[in-house]
Every structure is written in structure tokens, then in C-alpha cells.
């Protein structure tokens, strides 16, 4: 059977009814989300997760990951699936843990994974939002965090999807790694993801779609049919959308 997958970082300044009009504009079967605000000071909605998927009538299954502004702030920010077919289970685990230096790179950042019954039959979908580094270069932080990524998911050698925000280039040691184990579903890395939003962070300024940070992977036995990368005005990064065959 086909099936739906859409990949998004939904940037948690985006106000949640544009991200849920985009989604029911925009629908998937399966939807994997990063930065979904939590208790947001900014918004009416304090349960953006539980909102969205009651909107849009969604299963959904999600963590929340603490994290702290550069000007100190405080925030709650979950990455979760959505699921149009039944969730079976749901677990997380810390790919990384903050040692208390501060910023971007020095967060919590955790693995999701849910199993799906689809006609009597299971898949898995990981997700994750990753940590940045300084120019989405390589250090033995990163390289760390996506050999503990790596570990989990080698755990599935077939119906498996993983899709997530991974704060890094096509030819990092991140996602070199998971395309050696795993179907990169597209499309092609010239296709940007980020960014449609100013970014400015310790002498870093980005304010054009120069990047990809975005992906969907599949195991082996799943064949992505098409792909492609959406344009929207919302958030700071584009979605993905992929057709699979299971």
C-alpha cells in the first residue's frame, strides 16, 4: 500500500492555527513535527500538540524537551508523530543532555518513536530534532549525539521511517551515516529547507533558503514513489512531503 509522509519544523514563534490551517491544507498520513510550543507566553493555545491533532483528527504521540532562549528565557518545546492510523506505542530517549555551558548546542534534544498498526501490520516512525552547530559544522558533540541516534535506529532493519530536523548538511557525518543504513526518500539535496526567516546566533546570519537540514528516511523494504519540499510562509523551515510504498 501508499502511504503519506510529511516531514516539518514548525518553529515554535509561528503562531499554532497557520501551522494546523497548513496541515489540514497540506494533509498526510503520517506527520512528523519538531518545535511544537508548549505553555507559550506569546499564545492562547498552551497544548499545541493535543490541539492539532484534535483539529485535524490525528492520533499523536509526543515528548517534551525543555530548552532555554540565548537571552535566558525558559521553553517548552515537544517533537511528536501524527498518525492517521492507530498508535500502538510511543517511547522517547535523550540523544543528548545538556552539560551546562549553555546555548544551541548544550540542549536537550530527544529521539521519538511510535509504532502504527496499518492493516494488521506494523510500522515504526522515528523523528528528532537535532542539535545545532556553529555553521551546521561538525564537532565530537554532534558526532556523539548521532551515534546514539544511529544506535536506535539500527534497532529497525525494515518497516521503518525516520524523519526529522537534523541541523545538518547532506554531506556531514550525520546524514552520510543514516543514508549507509537507510533510503534517503528525497528529494534532491539541492533543495533547500532553511531558511525563510533572519537567523542570527554568535556571529552567524542566515536570511535565505540556502540550506537543507530537513530529511525523510525509510528502511530498505519501503520505496519512496515522490518527494518533494513546500513552499509556505510559515515557520522558518519548509516541509516535506514523500509518497511510500510499503
Known amino acids: 500500500m501508499n502511504i503519506s509522509v510529511l516531514q516539518w519544523n514548525v518553529w515554535y514563534k509561528e503562531n499554532v492555527e497557520n501551522i494546523t490551517e497548513f496541515l489540514r491544507q497540506n494533509p498526510a498520513d503520517i506527520i512528523t513535527l519538531q518545535e511544537m510550543p508548549i505553555r507559550h507566553e506569546d499564545f492562547k493555545i498552551n497544548e499545541s500538540p493535543s490541539y492539532i491533532a484534535k483539529d485535524l483528527g490525528y492520533n499523536f504521540y509526543h515528548a517534551e524537551v525543555p530548552i532555554e532562549d540565548p537571552d535566558g528565557r525558559k521553553r517548552v518545546l515537544a517533537n511528536g508523530v501524527l498518525s492517521k492510523f492507530p498508535i500502538t506505542s510511543g517511547r522517547f530517549i535523550w540523544i543528548k543532555e545538556p552539560k551546562g555551558r549553555g546555548g544551541y548546542n548544550d540542549e536537550f534534544r530527544a ?10 501490520k506494523k510500522l515504526t516512525v522515528g523523528t528528532t530534532h537535532m542539535s545545532y552547530t556553529h555553521k551546521f559544522g561538525p564537532n565530537e558533540s554532534k558526532k556523539a549525539e548521532t551515534d546514539i541516534l544511529l544506535r536506535e535506529i539500527k534497532k529497525h532493519r525494515e518497516n521503518y521511517i525516520f524523519a526529522g530536523d537534523l541541523n545538518a548538511l547532506p554531506d556531514s557525518y ?3 551515516s543514516l543514508s549507509e543504513i537507510m533510503r534517503n526518500a528525497g528529494p534532491d539535496a539541492n533543495q ?5 526567516k533572519p537567523f542570527s546566533y554568535n556571529g552567524f546570519e542566515a536570511n535565505t533558503l540556502d540550506w537543507r537540514l530537513d530529511y ?7 520505496k519512496a514513489l515522490r518527494s518533494e519540499i513546500i513552499k509556505t510562509g510559515y515557520s522558518d523551515h519548509l516541509p516535506i512531503r514523500a509518497e511510500l510504498s510499503l
Not at 529521539?111 to 494488521?120: N, S
Not at 525523510?216 to 519501503?222: D, H, W
Open 216 to 222: 525523510i528516511f525509510t528502511s530498505k523494504n519501503i
Open 192 to 196: 533547500k529547507t532553511w531558511t525563510t
Open 111 to 120: 529521539y521519538v518513536e511510535v509504532t502504527l498498526e496499518i492493516e494488521g
Open 174 to 176: 550525520t546524514v552520510s
